[in-house]
């Protein structure tokens, strides 16, 4: 019987591996659905032993291995104990005795692992412990190839006990799961780390180089350790979700921090462990194989925390003992490319978990730790430079990143370097060797760069690339001021000399190729020092936080000026000659560093305004330019007109010549406005230019207290007559909206002075309306201009500008700025009407609408929030009929209604949240009853029959339009309930269409959207509605797709808490719907089960919708999916 | 389409060149442009450079607004390119002719019958919609002397 039964399995997968000309579909299919009844098996363990013991087809074996597992799985609460015990015996025996290919063997071996882990749950670990003494017996007395048998089964077990998050084994529920965890970690986990120890140090006493089994002993026993020292060690205090995240860490590089309870004091401090596992790694970091483990169990080691550690004296001890072994590696060898990111992990995880021990050092030793990572971070940089050169691995680059990383905490906690002699010459040593590796020969060993086309739009210039690299070169510069900034004028000075001088040379004749590189070479030094001295000046803005001066460089200052080294007559003196180019001051050693750096860019400014005046100005660097002005925005930002008050002290050159009201603070603005007149007039061309010249000037005036000495200057309104008269049509995209952006801002500055906020606004907008008007009034209508091509550009250019002032609205210029705009928004429906066949146009006027909800709504008063509704709803409606039963060939016309849509859905996004965020100070006297929610819902009803299911295809307009459903759904059910009958349709098919076809991010704003309907539905008793009716189908969907694994795990408490106020609202329905599933199990046992299971999901769970009975019903949810997974076959 | 005779049809841009030049950097996504001789929509506009410290570039991706065919093209962001004129009027569609051509009325009740149905689905649209009785509007694209009913849209009572 069992015999025919093997032969037809044989032969079937014969027929499944057989070539695919060999066999015809048909006989396929049939060998597959052999296999499929071979796999739901009653009880297959006999059968399954005698195809191992009989049939020698790999693949047949394969199977009887997996048909195992899943009936233990499914059937482990019917099973004698004497047969589980019996079964895993044979099972052990089976894997020693018999050679069979590796993955029949890892199957078997996962089997063994999964009864283990299972039994250990009622055993605590008894049959464990008999199962690993003899594993240990194996590894101990055996031939080479049993040993590595003995290893894998402990890597097998391990595994099993890993995860309890993600589990592949089912059927226990995640309590379980953790427990037998615990247990395991308490127990034989440090029993499987012991014995390894002891394996290893047999290992340290042999001779290199290894045979080729021991290689492969030594790498198992390595997993093994690397294993137990990466090990999610749970901690009961932690949440579920938590746990999660620490289970998933694969790779050593990120693993969580080494905490260890005090029961393995013993075993980590056993004083030959360290010496003994960098004794290891030194004597195969040759081997690519075994140097990684190797290294990652280093790693972890240096990360030892936790409760183990609290005795000082131990832990010094281990301290010692660590830095001892490491310091012999790290100055015996050279450390090569690929070790370097583990030996900058062991001094990051160091510093990161032993900083405060490491300073109650010897200063012997301290010395010496400092000394050699200073080695070690200047081998890393000098490896980064050339890699970077040779687009090869980041293997030092990472290093790299990894140490400086480092050097941040040990800067900031072994500090100030000022008064630590060795700490300041080290940093002194990197910094200098960080410039030098950014420098072309001879200063500097930058190699060639690798002559590639560059994208512009991805993030990828270098001040975002190596933006943490140079916040830390940024900290070692302020560490040691003293020396950095000199540097960085000198160079700066040197370069912009040469720079004029080849300017000069080649003057009316044409550049070599080799001049041409000659000069690439000087701007990339140049792009760098810049690079570097910003951020040696000014820390990174984050958000918009109030930008200081650092107190390092104050001190510095401050210092200079006190030695009578620098004053501020010589500083401000050198600024004024700057402005207007003459020579060299004659003072000018005593300009204050800090002052002199800006004028060294001022002088570069002016190289840049000489070549352009000479006709040259293709042979400028638009990437340098942008390092330029990307430096005069953080030196704007954080040294003009700083404010005394913020500061404990203050350097009198920095405010002599920069504070507010000076002389030099002034001409700093008058300078900077116009190096922006002159990019904007000069670059248009240069996006990226542009785009840093309009950021440079967005930030500076959003400060008011910088603003305020801007706001009425002639520069500024220079700037202002500059955009108005810029020929239409030349400004790229974006451009005309930052500066009026900027212009906006601006504004802000005069909240006290209404009068002359006006007066400043009429001066802005003056120009726009005149222009808005001429294009209003054409003769014939704004239709018959529909192809003149002026006219359109001036409308996209009056649009871009209207946006930018929107977007630059803030609450003391919103009403204003609202005043100027509504009667030019109340227009837009005509203009929509009249360009609807112009995209650009048609999406400018969607985006404005946009904007100025998101900006200004919010502080707008309800009459004029009610114009933006009308104005705003006209021309969506208008959008609508235009676009309604549109039949078009053109091929990209789904492209651009997906644009426009997003675009209407960010609109009516922004409109409501006017009905959470709303900052209008004005009373509420005024009788306007229209809310946010029912103009977005509206708005909704307009546009809904334009977007089909083709279009929710694309990802942003999905989540745009979902995110408003849930919006309105949180802040106005009833809205929704409201809603006439046909759009209540669409939306509810939307939300079917969105559990299922889109990512897990919609599936869990469908969930909440269910949930927030029922709950309501429930609340107020709403039988016999359209939304009752509606919502109904929804609770056999919800259940029948968790039921078929079709909810993602992290989904699950959302989906239960759907799932319960769908049960509330429909409890009949629920009854029916439980009674049908079990109709449909034919087996009477696992309909009995379910039966069971059912019983439990409700058990105590009161169906009034409340939270307490929800958080039961949750729990019970998560044991009744563990549990009917594990035995329901539902395909 | 296309052995039309333009002359008998000319509006204000007689005279006028089909098409005008534009600085490459000011041309925006969605707009037009001309490709190897083309009037294109443009439908993706990335820039680039030569080497770190070179000039920027226009990568233009455009699609025939007749033909649907795909163009590119690159560009120093400071020259200039050719945008075509392109004009879309709407026409009330009032009658087909047996051979075929469309009678259409402009917004200010001028008639013309020199397009001919659009081929392919969009004709048979066109066709079902008028034999159904319902109220057509055409959407006719002009450019570079070129003319052709590039979309319809059936008006509900809604609409104007």
Redesign the interface.
Known sequence: MTDQIIAELESAANIIMAPPNVVTNEQRHTAESIFLDFRKTKSPYNICREILEKSGNPYVMFEAAEVMKNAIIREWGFLLDSDKVSLRQYLFEYVITHETPPYVRERILQVIAIMVKRSSIDDNGRERGNLLREVENLIVNSEPQKKILGCNIIIHLMQEYATTVKSTDVGLSWEVHFKAKKQFQATDLKRIFQFTIYLLTEVGKSDMPFADNMVELVGHLLKILEMVLTWGYVSPLLPKKLIGIYEAVYEADVAPALKLPESWAEYVFNPDLLPLMFQIYWKVRDNDQLSHPALACLVQLASLSGRVMLEDEPRMRYLHSYLKAFFNLVSNVTIKSRESVGIANIVKKLIIFFSQDILKLTKHIKDTLLDEFTRLTCHFCEGAALEEAQEEDRNFSDAFDGMLEAWTSILQEFGPATVDNNLSDCAKRVFEKYVQCRLAPPDGCRRP?P?V?????TDDSDKELYKDQLQAIGLFGRAIAGSSVPLLFNLLESRTSTLFNSFQEIRNRTLSIGEASG??TL??DIHWILLIAGQVLCFDREGNETMMIPSEIIRYSIDCCSRGQCTVEASLQALQLAENNSIMPADFEKCDHIIRLFFDVMKLCYVEDYVISSGMK?FL????GSTIMWFLNRFCVNYLTPIESYYTEMSPTILGCLGVDTEGAQLVIRYVLKKIQSNVYYF?????LLQETIDCFCHIVSNKHKSIHIVNTTSLRQLVVLCESLEP?????NGFRGMYRGFSLCGACLSAEPERMRSYFVGIMGSLQTRFEAVCTIQGGL?SK??D?RTLVVI?DLLEAFIGLAKGALMPTATLLFEFLAPILNEMHAFMSAFN????IV?LILELFGQVAKYMLCYLSPMDSKRLYESALATVQTYA??N??????????E??SF?DLVLVLELLTFIISKDCFDLCVTSNDEEITVTASDVSLFGLSFILPLMSMDLLKYPSLCMQYYRLLVLVNDIYPEKICGLPQDLLQNLLKSIEFGLTEFGSDIVQICLDFLLGMASYVYRHKLVNTPLYAGLRPFLKILIDLTLTHQINSDLMSTASASIYALICCYQEDYRALVESLLQMQSDPMTRERLAAAFNNLVLNVEMNCERVPKLRFRDNFDKFIANVHGFLLIK | MGDIDDSHFETGDSGASATYPMQCSALRKNGFVMLKGRPCKIVEMSTSKTGKHGHAKVHLVGIDIFSGKKYEDICPSTHNMDVPHVKREDYQLTDISDDGYLSLMSDNGDLREDLKVPEGELGTQLRADYDAGKDILCTVLKSCGEEVVIAVKTNTALDK
Not at chain 1, 621 to 624: A, F, K, M, T, V
Not at chain 1, 684 to 688: L, P, V
Not at chain 1, 837 to 840: A, G, L, P, Q
Request: with cysteine.
């Open positions: 760069q002559d086309e560059k994208g512009e739009e000069l690439d701007y990339e293709q660097s638009p990437e340098l248009q061309s240069e996006t990226q049509g030349t400004m790229p995209q239709a529909a192809e091509q996209v066949n112009y995209h650009v999406q009929k235009c309604m039963n549109r039949f078009t060939t053109e091929s990209f016309a492209d651009t644009q």
